[in-house]
């Protein structure tokens, strides 16, 4: 029998504003086109997946990606865009798209261009207007870097999240054109730059993140925000060049690692600290990234420096040869509480922590602890360590005891299930994108088929099966130094069965 197919309708926007075309009115133009062409029925039965915060210069959009999930099912007969680049604004991505579409035997349409790939015409139209987004994209990238070059000139700081040790200072001029302007410049606190430094004198005296972020949250030392130290804060401050010095050493450092300066080696004098553009790329929904040295644009700021070139390199040779030590510790194997385990007293993350010992069947002990008790040196929290096998033990005799009401463990496992497809997409992955459920959602639905009765054959689960069924069934669970108090996915309440 031949699936049901249906016209959709994809609008994108790429920050979140009143102005302009918004999602809205794309989707309502969209709409009137369907109905005048294909008519109100068609119209009325339409799908409509929007992307708003997302740029047009590649398809990493999750309704983007849902959207071709729908299409590689067959159940789409034509995608519909107001506009050409609210698809892409990268020809390459473009092309591969319209190629795909053909193979699976949807259409495309963009009604502001009048485009429509059921004709030879049409496709090459697309084409043709596609290599003029992609134009228009690259100009604008090159005007945004011209920009940031002249603003490199002036020393300004562009605003953002302001460094720990500085405040931003709006400073008003009068333009040669008589118009009153205003910039903003870096200026120090004297008790954050205080701060700054001891954790660059700390971590050249231990050559360690872990250690100075003990030392920090030992002293009750709080990040900018009041937060505790973390060692990626700790990280985030010793790698920003704006706490080092406009010296000779850092025109070396910048001009061997092929960044762009301004004005030129005798500006950097020393007086004043460095500021660095372009330093990394920005993008709705996901963490900054940090580009290559090679990619920033480097000028002498109007800010005065904490940190001398020379101490600013030895920390970020000391930051590499760490980086190049780095290795992932072998996860345990036989701990299944992790990512579901808390600490009573502080609410961090409790983990766990393999020993040097072996049990009677051969196999590593192993300990559930404090992440903040670890990282603190016991100084932050002293909640007490418990004994990894025991806790998981357990867990999994109160998960047994939701069978004395038939059917809570499948109706709790596919609640769970439900959960985890939603936490995925949310997080923007399609399981539609790959043609095929994700390997942890498939492993779920198997678990669920073969195990009507968990407290039977649970036995028979290897270790994987059991820690993914403790985190289908679970919310969060919290150890208080003397018991574990369990919480099941979508509940208001404590299990009763809490051990």
């Known amino acids: 029998m031949e699936k049901e197919k249906y016209f959709v309708i994809y609008s994108r926007k790429s920050r979140f504003t009143g102005k302009g075309e918004s999602i809205e009115n794309q989707v309502e133009l969209c709409r009137q086109y369907i109905c005048r062409n294909f008519g109100s029925s068609a119209a009325e039965q339409v799908r409509i997946y929007e992307d708003e915060g997302f740029s047009g210069g590649n398809l990493d959009r999750p309704q983007f990606k849902e959207m071709m999930g729908e299409a590689k099912r067959g159940t789409v007969s034509a995608i519909v865009v107001y506009r050409l680049d609210r698809i892409s604004r990268n020809i390459g991505d473009f092309a591969s798209l319209i190629r795909i579409l053909e193979d699976m035997s949807v259409g495309f349409i963009s009604i502001k261009e009048q485009f429509d790939t059921s004709s030879p015409m049409g496709r090459a139209m697309m084409y043709i207007s596609s290599v003029f987004s992609q134009l228009e994209r690259e100009t604008i990238a090159e005007r945004i870097k011209d920009n940031m070059q002249e603003l490199a000139k002036t020393g300004r700081w562009l605003g953002g999240m302001t460094p720990t040790g500085y405040r931003s200072e709006t400073i008003s001029y009068i333009s040669q054109d008589g118009k009153v302007k205003k910039f903003c410049c870096l200026r120090k606190v004297p008790e954050e730059a205080a701060l700054v430094k001891m954790i660059f004198d700390k971590f050249i005296e231990t050559g360690s993140l872990n250690q100075t972020e003990a030392f920090l949250l030992q002293r009750g030392m709080l990040t900018k925000t009041g937060r505790q130290f973390s ?162 033990e357990a867990v999994l005799a109160a998960v047994t005891t939701l069978e004395k009401d038939n059917g809570v463990f499948q109706r709790e496992l596919e609640k769970g299930k439900r959960k985890l497809v939603a936490e995925q997409k949310k997080q923007g992955v399609q399981p539609a994108d790959l043609q095929r459920e994700s390997v942890e959602e498939q492993s779920l639905t198997d678990l669920k088929t073969r195990f009507s009765s968990f407290k039977e054959l649970s036995t028979e689960m290897s270790v994987e099966e059991k820690r993914r069924v403790i985190r289908c069934l679970t919310e969060k669970i919290i150890w208080d130094g003397e018991s574990l108090h369990i919480f099941l996915s979508g509940s208001e309440g404590e299990h009763p069965a809490a051990q």
């Open 231 to 392: 060692r990626f804060a700790v990280k985030g401050i010793l790698s920003n060049p704006v706490y080092m010095a406009a010296d000779e050493n850092a025109f070396r450092f910048f001009a061997v690692g092929g960044a762009e300066i301004f004005p030129g080696k005798e500006a950097f004098d020393g007086k004043k600290g460095v500021m660095a553009y372009n330093r990394s790329s920005q993008q709705p929904g996901k963490a900054h990234k940090i580009r290559p040295v090679k990619e920033w644009i480097i000028a002498p700021g109007d800010h005065e420096a904490l940190i001398d070139g020379e101490t600013w390199i030895q920390v970020q040779e000391l930051l590499d040869r760490n980086r190049s030590q780095n290795y992932k510790k072998p996860r345990n194997s036989q701990a299944l509480l992790s990512g579901r385990l808390f600490c009573g007293c502080c609410k961090s993350y409790i983990r766990p922590k393999v020993s040097g010992a072996e049990d009677e069947e051969g196999r590593r002990k192993y300990s559930y602890l404090c992440t903040l008790k670890e990282r603190s040196k016991k100084s932050c929290c002293s909640m007490k360590n418990m004994n990894g096998k025991k806790a998981d």
